[in-house]
């Protein structure tokens, strides 16, 4: 892409060995939040790039499957240590089990500086900050809102909740949009009540509160307007491996936010959208094998 991304995804490569419940095992999956989200806004918003470390030994085809279809390298910056890897178990009820084969002093090596972004990237519209460590998140969410006038969105990460809780509210309060999972919103506020959840979010600060719902889809309350309503999955999905459906969803809706701010409906049903392809196959193929006119097509022939 040339010119200023109008969107930012930063987050995480990884590889990803995948256990499904019948004991299928599917390793050596491309992921990483960065790179589902971003592949997922590009369908509806192809002024979207990523930052995110990579390792010293991520695959010459990962690197060169990313450069040709279209997106910049620049934010990839190399980090003398191994690519984040991870094990993903999942069982029947469809709860998963991740196992990180690195400390949690290489997964904060391995996200994303504020130094890491480019030049180019500095004057987006809007920065998607997807889960990693929270140090990094804060690093991040404190040098953006404090240089730019974009918009900052913030996707937590589950593991660091208990014990950090009000350093996370803390951050909470200095962002525009909040994205929580329906785990994150247990384990930081103790409830399964998802609009008093979005209510308790909107009064630290963020304006926007997207709660996402797994296969119940998701809740949106606007701060602002006070507005709530739910927007469910999307039908009938076939539904291979869920790793990064929420990512995908978080970039999705980012994008379609950013075209059309007054239609929240359409940008939650849009990142229903792309999860929906995301769990259609292993790892990031499906988003790398997925065309725009499919994502649309899929958005336009769905009314819920």
């Not at 998701?218 to 507005?227: G, H, I, M, Q, R």
């Not at 990064?244 to 994008?255: H, I, P, T, V």
Request: proline share 6%.
């Amino acid at each position: 892409m040339n010119g200023v991304p109008e969107l930012v995804c930063l987050g995480n490569f990884t590889i990803d060995d995948v256990v499904l419940p019948n004991g299928t095992e599917r390793p050596g999956c491309t992921g990483g939040d960065a790179l589902y989200a971003t592949l997922a806004a590009r369908s509806w918003l192809p002024a979207t790039e990523l930052v995110a470390p990579i390792g010293n030994d991520l695959p010459a085809h990962v690197i060169e499957r990313i450069g040709a279809c279209g997106l910049s390298v620049a934010g990839m910056a190399r980090r003398d240590l191994p690519t984040l890897h991870n094990r993903v178990a999942y069982e029947a009820n469809g709860d998963r089990t991740w196992t990180l084969y690195a400390s949690e002093e290489a997964f904060d090596v391995l996200s994303p500086l504020p130094a890491d972004i480019p030049v180019a990237f500095g004057n987006a519209r809007a920065f998607l900050i997807l889960a990693m460590t929270l140090p990094a998140q804060r690093r991040l969410v404190t040098t953006l809102k404090a240089s730019r006038s974009a918009i900052v969105a913030l996707d937590p990460q589950e593991d660091y909740i208990f014990g950090n809780e009000a350093d996370l509210r803390a951050m909470i309060g200095q962002v525009d949009i909040f994205l929580p999972s329906a785990e994150e919103v247990r384990r930081l506020l103790a409830t399964e009540d998802w609009s008093a959840a979005a209510r308790s979010f909107a009064a630290l600060g963020p304006r926007l509160i997207v709660i996402k719902l797994g296969t119940d889809g998701c809740l949106v309350y606007d701060a602002v307007n006070d507005v709530e309503f739910t927007v469910p999955a999307y039908p009938g999905a076939q539904v291979v491996d869920t790793t990064g459906a929420g990512d995908s969803f978080c970039g999705a809706f980012m994008a379609a936010y950013l075209q059309d701010p007054a239609d929240l409906r359409g940008a939650a049903r849009a990142g229903a959208v792309a999860a929906s392809f995301t769990v259609g196959g292993y790892g990031v193929d499906p988003l790398f094998e997925t065309t725009s006119l499919q994502m649309r097509e899929r958005l336009d022939g769905w009314h819920p």
